[in-house]
């Protein structure tokens, strides 16, 4: 089976400008969870989804939101980018919020 | 949520048995200790979960005291291919997953 896919892998934006970084979770698989990673950090929370109603939200500005479709693909987009807000992105799908989660690669997103 | 103390960084040779512990002196009665591995621009991946006790996979083993204030992690044998960052976690079940900077494992020939 296919793990959890995420793209772009890499993406390079400018300042103001807007992204949305699109994930897919391994089949079966109801609940997303985003996360940032900036170097030499740990993975801080975002945004965790549960058959596509938002279930839990980390200390992110609004600049920050996401989505979960019907086939529990998810996006997370960010407005108004900050040279801040460049770090690895990454998305992790679980059978349930309580269950194990499952990482993605992440999307290496560069604010310049 | 509770907060999780491990070392910044180890060191070990080849072959070695390696033990990394985490303090969590507030953890609660319903949380679960999780430890995870991350590779360099690779996502975090699960490696072992426990309440209490001991628990063993074919990976680690997770070494829990009584009073459930700090745990061991112990990797059998390390290989070059363990160097990674390892991730204490505590939380509830139904919380989202709360990282800390992680311990930095070197694995030297």
């Known amino acids: 089976d296919a793990g959890v896919t995420q793209s772009p892998t890499h993406l390079i934006k400018t300042r103001g400008q807007h992204v949305t970084l699109r994930c897919s979770p391994i089949?079966?698989?109801?609940?997303v969870s985003w996360y940032q990673q900036v170097l030499g950090q740990g993975p801080q929370f975002i945004f965790q989804?549960?058959?596509?109603?938002?279930?839990g939200r980390g200390n992110f500005p609004d600049r920050f939101s996401a989505r979960q479709f019907p086939n529990y693909s998810s996006e997370l987009n960010v407005n108004a980018l900050l040279l801040g807000d460049s770090a690895l992105y990454l998305c992790?799908?679980?059978?349930?919020?309580?269950?194990?989660?499952?990482f993605g690669p992440g999307t290496r997103l560069t604010v310049t | 949520l509770a907060k999780t103390t491990q070392p910044i960084s180890m060191d070990s040779y080849e072959g070695q048995e390696v033990n990394i512990t985490c303090s969590h002196n507030?953890?609660?009665?319903?949380?679960?200790i999780t430890w995870y591995q991350q590779f360099p621009s690779q996502g975090p991946r699960f490696i072992i979960q426990?309440?209490?006790t001991k628990v063993t996979n074919e990976v680690a083993s997770l070494f829990i005291p009584a009073d459930r204030k700090s745990s061991t992690l112990s990797l059998p044998r390390v290989s070059l291919s363990d160097t990674a960052v390892y991730y204490c976690?505590?939380?509830?079940?139904?919380?989202?997953?709360?990282f800390g900077k992680g311990t930095r494992l070197s694995v030297i020939a």
């Open positions: 992790a799908s679980s059978l349930h919020p309580s269950y194990e989660q499952y």
């Open positions: 089949s079966g698989h109801k609940s």
């Open positions: 989804y549960y058959e596509k109603e938002e279930r």
């Open positions: 507030n953890i609660a009665t319903n949380d679960y």
């Open positions: 426990g309440y209490k």
């Open positions: 976690l505590v939380g509830d079940r139904n919380t989202p997953l709360v």
